[in-house]
């Protein structure tokens, strides 16, 4: 099995050992660095690189510049995306945005982590998980998401938050570690 078969499995992996998955991370970044060199107002061009990047760019969706993420063929966008400036997606396994999804700049998306055992870290061994966010989901600046975490429909992540753990739908979640503040009701719509 080949460390990119492991990385897409969720198995653990050396990303640095496979001649593969470097060549197509540096493939990739050749792209993000081609679309963040981009005219801001060309935004043909712009949507074009984008649709080469991801693997999945549906409908209408605006990510600015800068953009950065690993290989692109995991990052799903949904419709009417909108990202502020300087998304970094590390995407070894899924990342799946719904529709209406708004994100605040300096956000990352990071599905990498590695060993707590310092000898395995220092051999360059991770794992990876999915990260999927529902459909209606604003996410305020400065925003990390964690490897495995869901955030469900219908919810607001405040800024700064660092997203730990599971987000249920229709909450409003802040903090380090991100916990459910209250439920979004009638009075908020």
């Known amino acids: 099995m080949t460390e990119k078969d492991k990385m897409l499995k969720?198995?653990?992996?050396?990303?640095?050992?496979?001649?593969?998955?470097?060549?197509?991370?540096?493939?990739?970044?050749?792209?993000?660095?081609?679309?963040?060199?981009?005219?801001?107002?060309?935004?043909?061009?712009?949507?074009?690189?984008?649709?080469?990047?991801v693997k999945t760019a549906k409908g209408t969706f605006l990510v600015e510049q800068p953009f950065y993420c690993?290989?692109?063929?995991?990052?799903?966008?949904?419709?009417?995306?909108?990202?502020?400036?300087?998304l970094?997606?590390?995407?070894?396994?899924?990342?799946i945005f719904g529709d209406?999804?708004?994100?605040?700049p300096n956000c990352g998306f990071y599905t990498a982590g590695h060993a707590i055992n310092a000898k395995?870290?220092?051999e360059g061994l991770e794992f990876t998980k999915p990260i999927t966010v529902g459909n209606d989901v604003w996410l305020g600046g400065n925003v990390v998401?964690?490897?495995?975490?869901?955030?469900?429909?219908?919810?607001?992540?405040?800024?700064?938050?660092?997203?730990?753990?599971?987000i249920p739908s229709g909450v409003i979640a802040v903090g380090n570690p991100c916990k459910v503040?209250?439920?979004?009701?009638?009075e908020d719509k």
């Not at 998955?21 to 679309?35: F, M, V």
């Open 70 to 86: 690993d290989y692109g063929y995991n990052i799903e966008i949904g419709e009417n995306f909108y990202s502020n400036h300087n």
């Open 10 to 53: 969720g198995l653990v992996y050396n990303a640095n050992h496979d001649e593969e998955l470097i060549n197509e991370r540096i493939a990739c970044k050749e792209l993000c660095e081609q679309y963040n060199k981009t005219s801001y107002s060309d935004f043909d061009k712009k949507r074009e690189l984008i649709k080469e990047i």
């Open 181 to 186: 503040l209250r439920e979004i009701d009638d």
């Open 100 to 104: 209406n999804v708004f994100i605040g």
């Open 120 to 122: 395995e870290r220092s």
């Open 145 to 166: 998401v964690m490897p495995g975490v869901t955030i469900g429909d219908s919810s607001i992540i405040g800024a700064g938050s660092v997203v730990t753990k599971d």
């Open 88 to 95: 970094v997606i590390l995407d070894g396994a899924p990342v």
